[in-house]
T-cell receptor
Framework: DAGVIQSPRHEVTEMGQEVTLRCKPI?????LFWYRQTMMRGLELLIY????????DSGMPEDRFSAKMPNASFSTLKIQPSEPRDSAVYFC????????????FGNGTRLTVT | EDQVTQSPEALRLQEGESSSLNCSYT??????LFWYRQDPGKGPEFLFT???AGEEKEKERLKATLTKKESFLHITAPKPEDSATYLC???????????FGKGTRLSVIA
């Protein structure tokens, strides 16, 4: 089992640039989650999908953030334009039954916006 | 208002010095409390799920317990390899996603 795969592991970009983070969930899992982790705020949920359908995006900080899940094996989180305050570690997680099933996390993408 | 609060923020132990980490929550109708371990540069790794008051789960030197308002992660005779950040999380209601506490950074010194 390869686990949840995220790419890239590190991303350094300049303010105003577009950033795309990628995630491949565990095969067979039907729920996918994007979290952001900072020292100040800890792990915060941004958006989650069930069966490729976005269920709740109320955690997305601004319209600059968007997420898609075109199929069961791939999701993207896009930030356009990026700002320095977006610097954080972004985690993707998947589970086979939301809410009461453990989440399986990828190793994250560390984003630095200068 | 935080629904999940962990304490202490950081804990430094000597190898073999047992202690406990606390996770308090304010959701009603708990539908599971989850403990995770996170190593630097890695994603959180699932440890335990507890569902009802009085329940206990063990894994090596770790034991998790649950009451109606809080959970404890007891670490018995810790080793340096137990050093990590320990996170707890709960779903706020129904089938909603997990809300995480800010974690306890545990350092075990040889």
């Amino acid at each position: 089992d390869a686990g949840v795969i995220q790419s890239p592991r590190h991303e350094v970009t300049e303010m105003g640039q577009e950033v795309t983070l990628r995630c491949k969930p565990i095969s067979g899992h039907n729920s996918l989650f994007w979290y952001r982790q900072t020292m100040m705020r800890g792990l915060e949920l941004l958006i989650y999908f069930n069966n490729n359908v976005p269920i709740d995006d109320s955690g997305m900080p601004e319209d600059r953030f968007s997420a898609k899940m075109p199929n069961a094996s791939f999701s993207t989180l896009k930030i356009q334009p990026s700002e320095p305050r977006d610097s954080a570690v972004y985690f993707c997680a998947s589970s086979n039954r939301q809410g009461q099933s453990p989440l399986h996390f990828g190793n994250g993408t560390r984003l630095t916006v200068t | 208002e935080d629904q999940v609060t962990q304490s202490p923020e950081a804990l430094r132990l000597q190898e073999g010095e047992s202690s406990s980490l606390n996770c308090s929550y304010t959701v009603s109708g708990l539908r599971g409390l989850f403990w995770y371990r996170q190593d630097p540069g890695k994603g959180p790794e699932f440890l335990f799920t507890l569902y009802s008051a009085g329940e206990e789960k063990e894994k090596e030197r770790l034991k998790a317990t649950l009451t109606k308002k809080e959970s404890f992660l007891h670490i018995t005779a810790p080793k340096p390899e137990d050093s990590a950040t320990y996170l707890c999380a709960v779903p706020l209601s129904g089938n909603t996603p997990l809300v995480f506490g800010k974690g306890t950074r545990l350092s075990v010194i040889a």
